[in-house]
């Protein structure tokens, strides 16, 4: 074979091998193309799942940044939502948005497997997590019961003891805090002695606080009538009767000096 038509068998081989890696790169390509687009198709169904773009601002927001940012930056934005608090409700509530979104992709996405493969390796930590806090609130809750079932059968003194005890190493139920406590301890005690009275409320922490015999436990005390107390925490004072603002509150409503249970600090 003469050289030269070796020469034009190389340069024909040559040219074929290039545009044969030119196909296949371009096919390859078209390829990728078409799994992105796959891929992004999967991405925002499970975002039109996870939100209600027709219902509340939002969720319309989070399914935007799902879609704008991606399903772990809504996620993200989402569980801001149940707040920075260390409590076990706000751990369960960051826990359980996490693991509706897992469950999510582990129906849904089928061709992102890398994504697939991250979201699922974080389900068994989860759950357990979830698990933790779940039983932490219903020892909470056990206790909560507890402290209920003890207020209603307590006498007055036996209300106050509780209640003084709060900060103590004495106290029994360090689930609650004092002020949950004294909310509870004035709950209990107007929803079974003075459930009719809009101002049982107000009336008993005032007494609790001000260490007096409780109005609504001791109806016959004559400061029960004598006294219009209408000076509430939601006006912004403190219930004691050290704050001058209270005071003087207090001492508008006292029908007589000397009759009420503030005469002590009324002229």
């Not at 059968?153 to 103590?168: F, G």
Request: charged content about 20%.
């Amino acid at each position: 074979m003469k050289p030269v038509v070796i020469i034009v068998v190389s340069v024909i081989c040559s040219v074929v091998a290039v545009l044969g890696v030119l196909v296949a790169m371009d096919m390859y390509a078209v390829s990728e193309s078409q799994k992105a687009v796959a891929i992004e198709l999967e991405r925002q169904k499970v975002c039109d799942k996870l939100y209600d773009n027709t219902g509340s601002l939002q969720d319309i927001e989070l399914w935007g940044i799902c879609l704008n940012y991606g399903i772990i930056e809504s996620v993200n934005s989402d569980v801001e939502l149940c707040g920075n608090s260390l409590s076990d409700s706000a751990g369960l509530c960051r826990t359980a948005k996490k693991l509706e979104v897992i469950r999510l992709i582990e129906r849904e996405i089928t061709i992102n497997q890398d994504f697939y493969k991250l979201a699922l390796s974080q389900k068994s930590d989860l759950q357990t997590t979830q698990k933790m806090y779940a039983e932490s609130i219903e020892k909470v809750q056990q206790k909560i019961d507890k402290l209920s079932t003890d207020l209603n059968i307590a006498t007055e003194d036996e209300i106050i003891e509780i209640y003084k005890s709060c900060e103590s190493p004495s106290y029994k139920y360090p689930s609650v805090s004092c002020i949950n406590l004294l909310n509870k301890i004035t709950n209990v005690i107007c929803e079974k002695h003075d459930a009719d009275n809009p101002t049982c409320f107000t009336k008993t922490q005032s007494d609790i606080l001000a260490d007096k015999p409780i109005r609504a436990l001791n109806p016959g005390i004559n400061h029960w009538n004598n006294v219009v107390y209408t000076c509430n925490a939601s006006e912004g004072m403190s219930l004691s009767a050290s704050n001058p603002e209270m005071k003087q509150c207090i001492c508008r409503y006292d029908f007589g000096v000397g009759t009420g249970p503030w005469n002590e600090i009324c002229p």
